[in-house]
């Protein structure tokens, strides 16, 4: 006994959603990037910001600072040291119910 076949093997194709840059076209959004704010040359031309900062990365170019910027360093900060009272102080916690107090 045979079946009959009531339709026709299709093939579907996936296309691939990376979408591939000329080295051309890496060059140009390299460049325009460094007149023009970051956000709107992204979205200008479909880019992650990630992604574009990875080409200038590559490319030797590192983020823009300001000229007039100081160079970012920590700053020194000392505390006074509190003063020691005579109270006596206690706050429960943890699982059990433990005080601890404070002398």
């Given at each position: 006994?045979?079946?009959?076949?009531?339709?026709?093997?299709?093939?579907?194709?996936?296309?691939?959603?990376?979408?591939?840059?000329?080295?051309?076209?890496?060059?140009?959004?390299?460049?325009?990037?460094?007149?023009?704010?970051?956000?709107?040359?992204?979205?200008?031309?479909?880019?992650?910001?990630?992604?574009?900062?990875?080409?200038r990365k590559m490319q030797g170019i590192r983020v823009r600072r300001p000229a007039d910027a100081p160079p970012s360093a920590f700053i020194q900060l000392a505390l006074p040291v509190p003063a020691r009272t005579g109270c006596v102080g206690s706050m429960s916690g943890g699982r059990r119910g433990r005080a601890i107090t404070a002398r």
């Open positions: 006994m045979t079946v009959p076949i009531s339709g026709q093997m299709t093939k579907v194709y996936e296309m691939d959603t990376r979408r591939r840059w000329s080295d051309a076209e890496k060059h140009t959004i390299i460049e325009e990037s460094k007149t023009s704010p970051v956000a709107r040359v992204v979205k200008k031309h479909g880019v992650a910001v990630s992604l574009l900062f990875r080409w």
